[in-house]
């Protein structure tokens, strides 16, 4: 119900908001058949045969199998590709540009996200995410959102919410916050809620 959501907000200084799923919703089934689009995209121009969505998520298990952090970044994975550099390069600047086209904003949130501004509450975007802020930052701003003032992506600071909630500790650090001033919203109940939780924020 998003007037108990507004109470909470009310009852808090500072909002954090994960991104996909949450503010975004993404125009496929699933996240993964945005590589689909892709395969068909770079097919079509250059008449040939990539079977590119079956081997980024191979790739995506490599890296993430073979990286020392706890979340990879898409240019890691893009590293496991089995293509020469200068397709890996077009495959990944289609990846972004598709990213880009599939995302909408997703209205109840929307509401929301509105709604602290009007509010001013000092809002930070928390991802859990392969894309770097700055990949993030574009989507979220063709999607009509501004006002917060960071993105934190998983990817950029190698702590992620889900694995103990360590990329909220890292903001917290960072931007010298209280927790009990914090509300986070998202739409992963172990990442976003009961990890947020674990580390004395409400969500």
């Known amino acids: 119900d998003l007037n108990q959501i507004k109470k909470q907000i009310d009852a808090h200084k500072i909002i954090f908001f994960d991104v996909f799923d949450t503010l975004l919703k993404r125009d496929v089934c699933q996240g993964r058949d945005a590589f689909s689009l892709v395969e ?12 590119f969505a079956k081997e980024r998520q191979e790739a995506e298990a490599l890296a993430r199998k073979k990286c020392k952090f706890s979340e990879v970044n898409i240019a890691e994975i893009y590293q496991f590709l089995p293509y020469t550099q200068m397709v890996r390069n077009e495959l990944l600047q289609l990846e972004l540009e598709v990213e880009k086209d599939i995302c909408r904003p997703y209205f109840p949130m929307q509401q929301l996200y509105d709604y602290c501004v009007q509010k001013h509450k000092t809002i930070y975007i928390v991802s859990d995410m392969y894309l770097p802020a700055c990949s993030i930052e574009q989507i979220l701003t063709k999607n009509g959102y501004a006002g917060y003032c960071r993105i934190y992506s998983s990817c950029d600071y190698r ?10 500790n890292r903001i917290v650090t960072d931007e010298n916050l209280t927790k009990k001033d914090i509300l986070h919203i998202g739409n992963d109940k172990i990442a976003d809620f009961k990890m947020a939780q674990h580390q004395g924020i409400d969500a």
């Open 159 to 168: 702590v992620t919410k889900w694995e103990n909630g360590d990329l909220f």
């Open 40 to 51: 068909k995209k770079y097919n079509t121009v250059h008449s040939s045969n990539l079977h």
